[in-house]
């Protein structure tokens, strides 16, 4: 079959965009197996250890199910206790008593200290592994096992419920927790999605052959890209070192929002409960249905990121409300959500 130099010039040039496309994909592929290598090891690292309430067998029928997560700068530890009927009445008692005396406290002394009693009821309740101490709890709770001076963070304090550095309770629906490796290793392939779309629309439309400078454009965005992406993934290594300043714990968020399609209405659905803070500015609690306030995550569905940098306890119960006790660099949240 022969091809005049027209048809000859096209195929060279469907050859070169597919070449271009296949090798972006291909190294996005690598990096991607790359992060996945280190994110179980090293990233939330969600780590179910010692189910407990069950030393002898099996999980009663009559014990309800619990997952406790201790959450570090670097990872997060899942565990998972059964408790009788009268253990889980014992815990909502303790959750009420903690939430009562935190929203009370007038002192960081008198927080501390509802902090250490938190710790030490937790630990008699049989809620934490039993090779996590008291001290142990309480300090990643508080955040005194934290460098925060090398913690770099903006100094305004904007408007709505909003406190930094400060001790946090909140006990709602609709809240997720999230490590900060993982968080950062995705944001890094946005990029990559956003250029490898780019490329598959100019080829539709555009022969590159025929324009020097849009070739030397594609090539130079392409190494800018995967520049982006090894720096999100080594930014995620570096988290592991506490002298590092992104260690910032994990990021929590409050509400959601749906939209099956970019022209249809978009559906909001805030956390309901309550959510209080003793830090840089003051007191601040909120017990009424709201949205993180910090920015959304996702694009047509998402949530709202409104607590960074957490570590501490989180409480998963069973009607699927998160109680949490801990401290955070960044709290912020509304009655409104974010557009």
């Known amino acids: 079959m022969d091809f005049t130099k027209e048809e000859i010039k096209h195929l060279l040039c469907d050859n070169m965009n597919k070449n271009l496309l296949i090798k972006t994909l291909a190294v996005g592929v690598i990096f991607l197996f790359i992060a996945v290598g280190f994110q179980p090891a090293f990233a939330i690292n969600i780590d179910s250890v010692n189910k407990i309430g069950i030393e002898n067998g099996t999980a009663c029928n009559d014990k309800s199910e619990y997952i406790i997560q201790i959450v570090q700068t670097d990872e997060i530890i899942e565990h998972t206790v059964y408790l009788t009927e009268e253990e889980a009445n014992d815990l909502e008692n303790l959750i009420d008593s903690i939430k009562s005396d935190f929203n009370s406290a007038e002192t960081e002394e008198e927080i501390n200290q509802i902090y250490l009693d938190s710790a030490i009821s937790f630990k008699d309740l049989g809620l934490l592994p039993e090779d996590v101490s008291v001290d142990e709890v309480k300090q990643i709770m508080t955040g005194e096992d934290r460098d925060l001076e090398n913690i770099r963070f903006k100094n305004e304090m904007g408007e709505g419920i909003e406190n930094r550095l400060c001790f946090v309770t909140s006990d709602t629906t609709l809240t997720y927790t999230f490590g900060p490796m993982l968080l950062t290793a995705v944001i890094g392939y946005i990029p990559l999605v956003v250029y490898g779309l780019f490329v598959i629309l100019i080829s539709q439309f555009i022969d590159p052959s025929q324009y020097e400078l849009l070739n030397l454009l594609l090539n130079v965005s392409a190494y800018f890209v995967f520049g982006i992406l090894a720096a999100s993934i080594i930014l995620s290594l570096l988290s592991l070192d506490n002298r590092f300043p992104v260690s910032i714990g994990s990021i929590i968020t409050f509400g959601r929002y749906y939209q099956e399609f970019p022209n249809e209405p978009r559906y909001y659905y805030p956390s309901e409960g309550s959510i209080s803070t003793f830090g840089l500015n003051g007191i601040k609690s909120l017990n009424k249905n709201f949205y993180g306030s910090i920015y959304p995550i ?42």
Do not use: C, E, M, Q
């Open 298 to 339: 996702g694009i047509n569905s998402g949530a709202y990121i409104g607590i960074v940098g957490f570590t501490g306890i989180n409480i998963i119960k069973l009607d699927s409300n998160v109680f949490r006790l801990g401290f955070a660099l960044h709290v912020k949240v509304n009655t409104s959500h974010l557009s």
